[in-house]
Nanobody, 123 residues
Framework: QVQLVESGGGLVQAGGSLSLSCAASGRTFSSYTMGWFRQAPGKEREFVAAISWSGLTTYYADSVKGRFTISRDNAKNTVYLQMNSLKFEDTAVYYC????????????????WGQGTQVTVSS
């Protein structure tokens, strides 16, 4: 069964850090663009960060640029999101996703999604 499983979410105070992981199984994702998205209550799911299959290309939403870092380890079939200087507005369910296309940040081009992990930042 092909799946993505996120972990590492939790409760943190504003200014703190969290590290999310996304483990892929059932398929080799080394050729996929991987992305992180988030969805806050009452809002649409939005793009956070993406990384190319090689790891050489990354892209971030303006709201997280300079604070979040996406990385991947193809040997472990895992993608990471290091989140620093967290703000209350970062509170959301964070989703890992895979896109079987060239580098993209377009949500509709991601065809496999994890179940999400909750990140709550207290002010």
């Amino acid at each position: 069964q092909v799946q993505l499983v996120e972990s590492g979410g939790g409760l943190v105070q504003a200014g703190g850090s969290l590290s999310l992981s996304c483990a892929a199984s059932g398929r080799t994702f080394s050729s996929y663009t991987m992305g992180w998205f988030r969805q806050a209550p009452g809002k649409e799911r939005e793009f956070v960060a993406a990384i190319s299959w090689s790891g050489l290309t990354t892209y971030y939403a303006d709201s997280v640029k300079g604070r979040f870092t996406i990385s991947r380890d193809n040997a472990k079939n895992t993608v990471y999101l290091q989140m620093n200087s967290l703000k209350f507005e970062d509170t959301a369910v964070y989703y890992c996703a895979a896109a079987p296309v060239g580098f993209t940040i377009v949500k509709l081009e991601y065809d496999l999604w994890g179940q999400g992990t909750q990140v709550t930042v207290s002010s």
